[in-house]
């Protein structure tokens, strides 16, 4: 690769990462043609965009962008793979479901709300965060249930009377 087409894969990369409030690096090596059709489709349906870069080339994009990425010097080795996405735990969820049938992807790290975490055994954790329309939801739930708590009792204390009511009137028959 020449030096020119380095740099345009570099840049590519640096703006990709500083677009991207959230990726991941994973490690889909060994995956036959079949089942990274399969990834590549299940990540195009989630709306999560999936690259594959040389090692050295990610390394310098990263190292462009924030100091903080120097954390993942350590693991970028072997195949790495980078999926990028809005929704903080939509890759981790498809790693895990995707998981279910293939060995692979493996998790190397993420960069997740601001935060890193590095190796496959922090998956179960992103996948525990919760994006901001499920946070969003939380909030809306809780903010109804009071509302609801005194909508039904109104409702049960006034089924209470009309039953004494009836009682009342058909006793003085």
């Known amino acids: 690769m020449k030096r020119e087409d380095k740099k345009i894969v570099i840049d ?19 995956l036959n043609a079949a089942a990274t059709s399969l990834l590549r489709r299940a990540c195009f349906k989630e709306n999560i965009q999936i690259v594959v870069a040389k090692n050295t080339l990610l390394n310098k994009a990263l ?17 790495t793979s980078i999926m990028f996405s809005d929704v903080a735990n939509a890759p981790a969820k498809l ?33 525990a965060i919760k994006s901001k329309n499920e946070l969003i939801g939380d909030v809306i739930g809780l903010l109804q249930s009071p509302a609801k708590n005194v909508i039904s009792a109104l409702q049960s204390g006034g089924q209470i ?5 009836k009682t009342l009137s058909e006793k003085g028959e």
């Open 12 to 30: 590519s990369l640096t703006e990709q990462i500083r677009n991207a409030s959230h990726f991941y690096l994973t490690d889909i090596s060994e």
């Open 63 to 79: 190292e462009q962008v924030k100091e903080e990425y120097k954390e993942f010097n350590s693991i970028l080795t072997g195949n």
């Open 95 to 127: 790693i895990k479901d995707f998981r279910k049938k293939h060995k692979k992807p493996l998790l190397k790290a993420a960069y997740v709300e601001e935060s890193v975490y590095i190796g496959d055994n922090q998956l179960d954790a992103l996948v």
């Open 161 to 165: 009377l009309t039953g004494v009511l």
